[in-house]
């Protein structure tokens, strides 16, 4: 395994911004994989979040105001394994957690994408058949989009959600991002989901 370093962004000005990339390509040129947190005072916008991503993984990026980042880096750090993302290109599907309806396991970092046939043409409306996690420590993260920046943030869950909830995503594309710590671990959540033409919306 390659040796791993943490980058902070603390400065929302172009040449930090700079300071961070370069770092970024030095410490990959050397042999190192970067974690980069860039959450307070502000995160990553999109464009800047695509330039690091020509370099990065998403799951090597933590840019979500104001969630505390410190359960991402200690479940990217500690998990035996990168897990691949879950990635669903149809218009319905279904996401569980890892081992549901088990029990999830401790310092888990599990990301998910969906796109719909269209971006623009379509939304994404997830319902809730179970969602039952460890209240503030094992997180759901919800993007607007195929971008996990703070822009496309949407919301964090955790606890419990009641069935038959939906969350909406007014675009075609949503992201999600499962973070664990070393504590409880529960069933986890079960959604299922499908992509509604606009033209269909109320």
């Known amino acids: ?20 990339l370069n770092s970024i390509n030095q410490l990959r040129s050397q042999g190192f994989i970067p974690l980069v947190i860039a ?17 990065l993984t998403q799951s090597n990026v933590f840019s979500t105001c104001p969630s505390d980042p410190i359960s991402w ?17 149809n218009s319905s599907d279904v996401i569980t957690s890892q081992n549901y309806p088990d029990n999830y396991p401790n310092y888990w ?9 269209n ?7 997830l319902t809730v058949s179970e969602f039952n996690t460890e209240y503030l420590n094992d997180v759901l993260f919800v993007y607007q989009g195929a971008v996990m920046d703070d822009f496309d943030y ?12 939906q ?15 070393e504590q409880t671990t529960y069933n986890g959540f079960r959604f299922t989901w499908k992509a509604v033409p606009r033209s269909s919306k109320q």
């Open 1 to 20: 395994m390659d040796p791993e370093t943490v980058n902070m962004q603390s400065t929302t000005t172009v040449n930090g911004y700079n300071n961070l």
């Open 39 to 55: 959450c307070y005072p502000t995160g990553l916008t999109d464009v800047q979040m695509g330039h690091i991503m020509q370099t």
């Open 73 to 89: 880096l200690a479940a990217r750090i500690k998990a035996k394994n990168n897990v691949p993302t879950v990635v669903q290109n």
């Open 109 to 117: 970092l599990q990301e998910y994408y969906i796109n719909a046939p």
């Open 119 to 125: 971006y623009n043409d379509y939304t994404i409306v």
């Open 154 to 165: 949407k919301h964090t869950y955790s606890g419990t959600l009641n069935p038959g909830q």
């Open 167 to 181: 969350i909406t995503i007014p675009f075609g594309a949503a992201t999600l991002r499962f973070v664990t710590n």
